[in-house]
C-alpha cells in the first residue's frame, strides 16, 4: 500500500509561496483562507469545497491538483477556503442549527473581505463544489459578494434534485437517525467507533448494502451523501491513495445542512431556512427568483454519472440561461460523477482545461 499521506498536508503545492490568513465571520466562527502564490499580479482565484470536506480537495499530492494547475496556467495567486463546512473545524459537529444562510450571509462576504485586503479591490474568480457551489450562487443571488469575475460551479447550483432513493433517506432519515437510532452525526470513520455504539451499528449495516470495494469509510460515504455503488464517484476515476484516505478528505457532519437542503429539494430550488431568522433578514426567501440579477458568467460543470445531484446543473443552467441566454454555460462531463471532477486522478486531463478555459475566456472585469 502506497504511503498514507498526513491529514491537512499542504505538500500537494510545493513550489509556491504559501500563507495562512485566519479571519473571523460576524456571528463570530473563526475560518481560514489558504493563499498560494507563484509571482506578483494577476487577479485571485478562490476555491470553495462542499460540506464535510475542506481546502485539502484542491491541494492533494497524489495527483495534480487544481490549485497547482491553476498556478501553471497563469493564475498566480490562488486563495483556498475553509468554511463552517470544513472537516477543519468542529462546527460541523456541534449542537445548533447549522444552515447554507449562514455561509452565504456571513461566511463568504467575511472571505472575500479577508482576500481583499491583502490582494486589493481586484476582480475574484471562483470555482466552488457541492454545497458550497449551491451556498455561493446564493450569495451571488442575494448581493452578499460582488466583484465576482467568473464562478465555476460543480455537480449543483440553485436547483438541487435528488434520485429517488437519495430523496427518501433526504425526507425520512435524520428524524429516523436521531429518534430511532440516536445517531445524530454521522461519520465515515464511525466503524473505528467502539463496538455496538449506534454509529458502529450503522457502519457495518451499510456496509452489508456496499460490496464494491472494502472500505467502510468509502460505504458510509455513499450512504450519507447519495445513490450507487459508491455514490460520489467511480472507483476508476480515483487514485487508490486516494480511496484509501477518502475519510481524510469527507469528515463527519450533523444532520442541519441536510435538513435546509431537504426544504430546498420539496421548493425545486433555493430558498432560505427559516425566514423568520433575523440574523438573515437580508437575505432573499426564494433564491432562484432574486438569481435573475446575477450577471457574474457561470460555468455548470455536470458529471453524467451524477448519483448525488443528478441533472441539477443541466437544469439550473437552463434556469438562468432564460434570463441571461448567452452569459451563462453548461460542460457535461462524460464518466464523471459528484466529486471525481474535483479528486479524479485524471481530472488535470479531463476536467481542469474546461476550468481554466472559462475562467480565461469568460471572466468580466
Same mark, same amino acid.
Given at each position: 500500500?502506497?504511503?498514507?499521506?498526513?491529514?491537512?498536508?499542504?505538500?500537494?503545492?510545493?513550489?509556491?509561496?504559501?500563507?495562512?490568513?485566519?479571519?473571523?465571520?460576524?456571528?463570530?466562527?473563526?475560518?481560514?483562507?489558504?493563499?498560494?502564490?507563484?509571482?506578483?499580479?494577476?487577479?485571485?482565484?478562490?476555491?470553495?469545497?462542499?460540506?464535510?470536506?475542506?481546502?485539502?480537495?484542491?491541494?492533494?499530492?497524489?495527483?495534480?491538483?487544481?490549485?497547482?494547475?491553476?498556478?501553471?496556467?497563469?493564475?498566480?495567486?490562488?486563495?483556498?477556503?475553509?468554511?463552517?463546512?470544513?472537516?477543519?473545524?468542529?462546527?460541523?459537529?456541534?449542537?445548533?442549527?447549522?444552515?447554507?444562510?449562514?455561509?452565504?450571509?456571513?461566511?463568504?462576504?467575511?472571505?472575500?473581505?479577508?482576500?481583499?485586503?491583502?490582494?486589493?479591490?481586484?476582480?475574484?474568480?471562483?470555482?466552488?463544489?457541492?454545497?458550497?457551489?449551491?451556498?455561493?450562487?446564493?450569495?451571488?443571488?442575494?448581493?452578499?459578494?460582488?466583484?465576482?469575475?467568473?464562478?465555476?460551479?460543480?455537480?449543483?447550483?440553485?436547483?438541487?434534485?435528488?434520485?429517488?432513493?437519495?430523496?427518501?433517506?433526504?425526507?425520512?432519515?435524520?428524524?429516523?437517525?436521531?429518534? %430511532? &437510532? =440516536?445517531? /445524530?452525526? !454521522? #461519520?465515515?470513520?464511525?466503524?473505528?467507533?467502539?463496538?455496538?455504539?449506534? @454509529?458502529? *451499528?450503522?457502519?457495518?449495516?451499510?456496509?452489508?448494502?456496499?460490496?464494491?470495494?472494502?472500505?467502510?469509510?468509502?460505504?458510509?460515504?455513499?450512504?450519507?451523501?447519495?445513490?450507487?455503488?459508491?455514490?460520489?464517484?467511480?472507483?476508476?476515476?480515483?487514485?487508490?491513495?486516494?480511496?484509501?484516505?477518502?475519510?481524510? %478528505? &469527507? =469528515?463527519? /457532519?450533523? !444532520? #442541519?445542512?441536510?435538513?435546509?437542503?431537504?426544504?430546498?429539494?420539496?421548493? @425545486?430550488? *433555493?430558498?432560505?431556512?427559516?425566514?423568520?431568522?433575523?440574523?438573515?433578514?437580508?437575505?432573499?426567501?426564494?433564491?432562484?427568483?432574486?438569481?435573475?440579477?446575477?450577471?457574474?458568467?457561470?460555468?455548470?460543470?455536470?458529471?453524467?454519472?451524477?448519483?448525488?445531484?443528478?441533472?441539477?446543473?443541466?437544469?439550473?443552467?437552463?434556469?438562468?440561461?432564460?434570463?441571461?441566454?448567452?452569459?451563462?454555460?453548461?460542460?457535461?462531463?462524460?464518466?464523471? @460523477?459528484?466529486?471525481?471532477?474535483?479528486?479524479?486522478?485524471?481530472?488535470?486531463?479531463?476536467?481542469?482545461?474546461?476550468?481554466?478555459?472559462?475562467?480565461?475566456?469568460?471572466?468580466?472585469?
Amino acid at each position: 500500500m502506497a504511503q498514507r499521506i498526513p491529514r491537512f498536508s499542504l505538500d500537494g503545492v510545493p513550489d509556491a509561496g504559501t500563507a495562512h490568513h485566519p479571519f473571523t465571520t460576524e456571528d463570530g466562527l473563526g475560518l481560514s483562507l489558504t493563499r498560494f502564490r507563484r509571482g506578483e499580479g494577476g487577479d485571485p482565484v478562490l476555491l470553495v469545497h462542499g460540506l464535510t470536506s475542506g481546502s485539502d480537495l484542491f491541494t492533494m499530492p497524489e495527483h495534480r491538483n487544481l490549485t497547482g494547475c491553476l498556478l501553471d496556467h497563469g493564475f498566480t495567486d490562488v486563495w483556498v477556503l475553509d468554511s463552517r463546512m470544513s472537516n477543519r473545524f468542529p462546527y460541523n459537529t456541534e449542537p445548533g442549527r447549522r444552515t447554507l444562510d449562514d455561509l452565504a450571509r456571513f461566511d463568504y462576504p467575511a472571505a472575500l473581505a479577508e482576500l481583499r485586503r491583502h490582494a486589493g479591490p481586484r476582480p475574484v474568480r471562483v470555482v466552488a463544489h457541492c454545497l458550497g457551489s449551491v451556498a455561493f450562487a446564493m450569495s451571488l443571488s442575494a448581493g452578499t459578494v460582488d466583484g465576482i469575475a467568473a464562478l465555476v460551479a460543480n455537480s449543483v447550483a440553485l436547483t438541487p434534485r435528488l434520485t429517488s432513493w437519495s430523496r427518501w433517506k433526504l425526507e425520512y432519515g435524520p428524524e429516523l437517525l436521531e429518534h %430511532l &437510532l =440516536g445517531v /445524530s452525526v !454521522l #461519520d465515515p470513520r464511525a466503524r473505528g467507533a467502539r463496538r455496538f455504539t449506534p @454509529g458502529w *451499528a450503522l457502519s457495518r449495516l451499510v456496509s452489508l448494502a456496499h460490496q464494491e470495494c472494502d472500505n467502510p469509510a468509502c460505504h458510509m460515504i455513499s450512504f450519507m451523501w447519495g445513490s450507487g455503488w459508491p455514490a460520489l464517484y467511480s472507483h476508476e476515476n480515483l487514485h487508490p491513495v486516494t480511496h484509501d484516505r477518502i475519510a481524510d %478528505l &469527507l =469528515g463527519p /457532519s450533523g !444532520l #442541519d445542512y441536510l435538513r435546509h437542503v431537504r426544504k430546498m429539494v420539496r421548493a @425545486g430550488h *433555493a430558498v432560505k431556512y427559516d425566514p423568520r431568522d433575523p440574523r438573515h433578514a437580508t437575505l432573499p426567501d426564494d433564491y432562484l427568483t432574486a438569481a435573475a440579477e446575477i450577471d457574474t458568467p457561470i460555468l455548470f460543470l455536470a458529471g453524467d454519472r451524477n448519483h448525488v445531484f443528478g441533472d441539477s446543473n443541466v437544469i439550473c443552467h437552463r434556469e438562468l440561461s432564460r434570463h441571461a441566454p448567452d452569459r451563462h454555460e453548461l460542460a457535461v462531463l462524460p464518466g464523471y @460523477g459528484h466529486l471525481d471532477p474535483i479528486i479524479g486522478k485524471d481530472a488535470a486531463r479531463d476536467v481542469f482545461p474546461r476550468i481554466v478555459d472559462f475562467l480565461r475566456r469568460r471572466a468580466v472585469a
